[in-house]
Nanobody, 124 residues
Framework: QVQLVESGGGLVVAGGSLRLSCAAS????????MGWFRQSPGKEREFVAV????????YYADSVKGRFTISRDNAKNTVYLQMNGLKPEDTASYYC?????????????????WGQGTQVTVSS
């Protein structure tokens, strides 16, 4: 299993930006598709974005498309989530996840390793 640690969360005013980072260790990072998910109190965890092993392919939830950008640096074993135009409804704990499946997309069950989460709060 790969170990994942998120950082970069915080409090931001609506319309602002944050960049989340997720540092991986323990296995060959480039063997994993990486995803970001989020969960608000009382709600189920939901898909945000996923990136392919080499970074060439990305896929986003409709709710964040055009505002969020997922990227990765395999030399630094890190995946990022750049969040622009933040809205109060983006408030959640954000989790990065790793999958060894070549086709992993938006399904939570495809991801076998999870970080502890970082809180993002967007005030109106």
């Amino acid at each position: 299993q790969v170990q994942l640690v998120e950082s970069g969360g915080g409090l931001v005013v609506a319309g602002g930006s944050l960049r989340l980072s997720c540092a991986a260790s323990g296995r060959t990072f480039s063997n994993y598709r990486m995803g970001w998910f989020r969960q608000s109190p009382g709600k189920e965890r939901e898909f945000v974005a996923v990136i392919s092993r080499n970074g060439a392919g990305t896929y986003y939830a409709d709710s964040v498309k055009g505002r969020f950008t997922i990227s990765r640096d395999n030399a630094k074993n890190t995946v990022y989530l750049q969040m622009n135009g933040l809205k109060p409804e983006d408030t959640a704990s954000y989790y990065c996840a790793a999958s060894q499946l070549a086709y992993a997309g938006s399904t939570i069950g495809d991801f076998s390793s999870w970080g502890q989460g970082t809180q993002v709060t967007v005030s109106s």
